[in-house]
């Protein structure tokens, strides 16, 4: 069966979303309606479509006098972002745990090794592939969709962040590694769901309290302030 045209809003929007998360357009680029419209040989309105969307990912804000423009990436939001998304997969992990099949957790396994062996190639952006096929496969058991939704959507989001701007977020591949590993077997003896959900959960906070002690070094290195 042919795949379905694109839409001219789904064109759109993808182009421009690919524009923002590739760092091709940073925080604070303005995005003109006219200028998009014409590019893509379009009229305003599936551009302004387009941008609603992106608006509501968290991607694009509205500004007075100065229009849409690429959302800033506030260290204070990654924060919060990955408080939240800590908790909802916390849960999400426990209520997927029952439904993952032997093959799966030999997916999972596997996902985790090739993180292992991007690690050891130095390959950062190889090693996020596998880290993030390793939670989408989870995501993908979890019987609950309106909380699959939102945990997409707030990982969306952090996408943004560490794309544009926090590009030097602290790497905790042998932390993590072993983290997977531990929820894993947590998952294979069929632990309580509380014990798993701690552990997940934890997983997240770890790249979170991470992330405050690289803030606090380059606070004392004069780089930022420390409240940023």
């Not at 839409?7 to 357009?25: D, F, H, N, P």
């Not at 419209?37 to 309105?45: G, I, M, P, R, Y």
């Not at 999972?108 to 090739?114: A, D, N, Y």
Request: charged share 25%.
């Amino acid at each position: 069966m042919p795949a379905a045209k694109q839409t001219k809003q789904e064109r759109v929007y993808q182009a421009i979303r690919e524009r923002i998360l590739s760092g091709q357009w940073g925080p604070g680029y303005r995005v003109v309606i006219d200028a998009l419209a014409e590019e893509f040989e379009v009229s305003a309105l599936p551009v302004r479509e387009a941008i609603r969307r992106l608006e509501a990912e968290g991607l694009v804000i509205y500004r007075p006098n100065a229009g849409a423009q690429v959302a800033p990436a506030e260290p204070g939001l990654f924060d919060e972002e990955m408080t939240v998304l800590a908790v909802l997969e916390g849960y999400a992990t426990a209520l997927a745990a029952p439904e993952l099949s032997k093959t799966d957790l030999r997916a999972l396994k596997g996902f985790t090794q090739e993180m292992v062996g991007a690690m050891e190639a130095m390959d950062s952006l190889a090693f996020g592939r596998h880290n993030q096929a390793f939670h989408n496969l989870i995501y993908e058991r979890c019987p609950n969709a309106t909380l699959v939704a939102s945990l997409r959507d707030v990982a969306r989001r952090l996408d943004a962040i560490r794309r544009t701007v926090f590009v030097q977020i602290p790497y905790r591949g042998s932390q993590s590694v072993a983290e997977h590993r531990e929820l894993i077997r947590l998952i294979e003896k069929r632990a309580p769901a509380g014990d798993i959900e701690a552990a997940a959960r934890a997983h997240k906070l770890h790249t979170v309290e991470s992330f405050r002690a690289w803030q606090r070094e380059r606070a004392e290195a004069g780089d930022v302030p420390a409240s940023a």
